[in-house]
């Protein structure tokens, strides 16, 4: 009786968790980090306030531990090593590009993944600050793959990257807000998606293309 006992409290204990965290997801989604109170995120969840001190000390850990959980490349911290060892046989030129790829659609399907950004950008937040510099660290570990490849060829990968990133992520918040095109194109539509997808692999190809070629 007492084993039962203690896997309902472990069961109830990670149901509220779940709820807690779930909560956040949805006040983001909704109405923006600005309502990520403690007051709110309980209300929302259905739980007592109290429970987000015992389970996640405070607010902060308690959005942050939601926010690693849905950022796409804090999701592939655990298993990079075995990336960048299935990759390296190319200097990681399908990784890359299949990671540009895969934030663009992964940002697209997940909306409270794109009030993140905004909160990232729109102002000062230790909490985003830690996180984005936790992502720096994963980056840094993709460039040592590829540095190899780009040493004394006058291509910059982390530069173009950059950009690209950066285009990722703006095509994602004005596809969301205005639902209208860009550049002529509708990237909330198969086709639209298609084409930018397509074209962030050509370019990342260009990149190491023109590289080989000085390289010669």
Known sequence: MERKIVDGEIRNKERTKQKLLDAVG???????HAKLGVNNIANRAGVSKKLIY???EDVDNLVETYVKQKDYWL???????????????DFGKELAGSFLENLFMHLEHL????KVILW???????????????????????????DPYFEGSDVD??????????????????ANATGG????IDT?????????????????????????TKNK
């Open 120 to 146: 990232e950008i729109s102002e000062k937040s230790k909490i985003m600050k830690d996180i984005s510099e936790v992502r720096e660290t994963i980056g840094n570990e993709l460039f040592k793959m590829t």
């Open 54 to 56: 015992r389970y996640f």
């Open 111 to 114: 909306p409270e993944t794109q």
């Open 188 to 212: 909330k539509s198969d086709i639209g998606k298609a084409r930018v997808s397509k074209m962030l692999r050509m370019l990342i190809g260009y990149c190491f293309d023109d590289a080989g």
């Open 157 to 174: 990968l982390r530069a173009a990257y950059a950009i690209m990133l950066g285009g990722i992520y703006y095509l994602n918040l004005h």
């Open 75 to 89: 999701a592939l911290n655990d298993g990079m090593s075995g990336l960048i060892e299935n990759n390296s046989h």
């Open 26 to 32: 949805e006040i983001l989604r909704t109405e923006g």
């Open 181 to 184: 095109t860009f550049c002529e």
